[in-house]
């Protein structure tokens, strides 16, 4: 019993670990791409979906599925050599560094009398959303499986630029292209009559493994990375954590920190399937105001790390450096005392001062000269006017008679009038 019960309970670990392990596109169950049947003029001609998968040291797979593909062409089209061209477009690389790729399938008369299938892959150039031509041609290994309705493609992987290990293939399409026998034994030109999807790209992804089991592959990026921010108002950002691996990850997000800021990552982990990304709000505010002025920076960086199935600890391939801006008030001014500002006042103007006083200095000099030369002439004109109201003896002269001299009185009669 006890044998039976741990086969149970190892089968539900086991089917639990299937269960959530994420899945990336590569069959019909699971395609890059899908679209709506019935709009196409032939059931040959109509897209259902398409993928890329069972990859190989050196080769990948492109399917292209129709709703039905006949094994025969019909004897009455036959004179008009009708010819399909089944195309796939996909693209590969990381960033910047991604180059454009088509496969392409020519299938004229098909039959034990048929014409012989040829199978490329080219590189090419959008031209807006639309192909561009197509350059670089080269063959490659084709199948046209009409039991089961898929036009398939063996490519090289040195053919659409070697891919290595972490890589992906991504943004696929597919279109179908029909011409037959116009005038004389030219074909006409060949028309598009079926698009999947019928607009844009398929949201489905391949990560090419290389000769790895598993592949590992977690990126930053953020809407924006420079912000102003208050104490009460946050700087705030979105960073993106894509992981474009083949596991599903559990990602715990790390900063750096600056004196006086504060760093809030919501939420600092996040578990992400393969080929999938999370969201999350980076907040820096400037906090203390005791240190921080206004105009000061702060460079953060933020990165993630994670742990691998085999239970390795590994970094995201990048960091983000986000830039913050203190906007801060002005520190109050404190209240000044009177007469300290009277005297920081008398101070900064202290040169001044002196020029002043020296100035004061010099006209209370110049008026007390003039002022007592004044009151010198004042007292002379007051002597002479007594002297005139005297009769102008009033004081005996020197040098003898008369003025000019000092002189004896003039006899008796002088002398009584002096004593009256």
């Known amino acids: 019993m006890m044998k039976k019960t741990s086969l149970i309970a190892l089968f539900c670990m086991i089917s639990s670990v299937f269960l959530f392990m994420p899945v990336q596109a590569g069959d019909a169950n699971h395609p890059d791409f899908e679209d709506s049947d019935g709009d196409a003029p032939l059931e040959e001609q109509d897209i259902i979906s398409g993928w890329m998968g069972d990859e190989k040291n050196d080769t990948i797979n492109v399917v292209l599925q129709m709703v039905s593909l006949p094994a025969f062409t019909s004897p009455g089209d036959v004179p008009n050599f009708p010819t399909t061209e089944y195309r796939i477009y996909f693209t590969v690389g990381q960033g910047y560094l991604r180059t454009n790729y088509v496969a392409v399938a020519k299938v004229p008369i098909r039959g034990p009398f048929g014409l012989t299938l040829s199978y490329q892959v080219c590189s090419h150039v959008y031209n807006g959303t639309e192909p561009g031509e197509l350059t670089g041609c080269t063959s490659t290994t084709g199948n046209y499986a009409s039991n089961v309705g898929q036009v398939n493609f063996t490519i090289d992987k040195s053919d659409i630029g070697s891919p290595v290990e972490g890589d992906l293939a991504e943004d696929m399409w597919g279109e179908v292209y029909f011409s037959q026998k116009g005038s004389g034994f030219n074909l006409t ?19 090419f493994r290389g000769t790895s089991a598993n592949v590992y592959r977690v990126y930053l990026s953020a809407d924006h990375t ?54 999350v709000l980076v907040k820096v505010t400037p906090k203390d105001l005791r240190t921080l002025k206004n105009g000061d920076t702060f460079s953060c960086q933020v990165w993630g790390t994670y742990r691998t199935e085999e239970n390795d600890t590994k970094e995201s391939e990048n960091r983000i450096t986000f830039v913050t801006t203190a906007e801060l008030p002005a520190p109050p001014k404190t209240k000044e005392d009177p007469f300290a500002g009277f005297l920081k006042e008398l101070k900064k103007n202290m040169n001044t001062i002196i020029m002043l006083i020296v100035v004061l200095v010099v006209v209370g000099i110049v008026y007390k000269v003039a002022r007592g030369g004044m009151l010198k002439r004042k007292e002379k004109k007051m002597e002479e006017a007594r002297m005139k109201e005297g009769g102008g003896n009033t004081m005996p002269e020197r040098g003898g008679p008369g003025r000019g001299g000092i002189g004896v009185g003039k006899g008796p009669q002088s002398a009584d009038k002096a004593s009256r």
């Open 226 to 279: 420079v912000e102003n921010a208050t104490a009460v108002k946050p700087a705030e950002f979105q960073l993106t954590v894509m992981n474009n691996g083949t596991s599903r990850l559990s990602v715990e997000l790390h900063n750096t920190t600056g004196a006086g800021w504060t760093v809030q990552l919501t939420p600092a982990t996040v578990t992400v399937d393969s080929l999938a990304n999370k969201t």
């Open 189 to 207: 030109t060949p028309e598009r009559v079926d698009r999947g999807p019928d607009s844009g790209f398929g949201d489905g992804k391949w990560v």
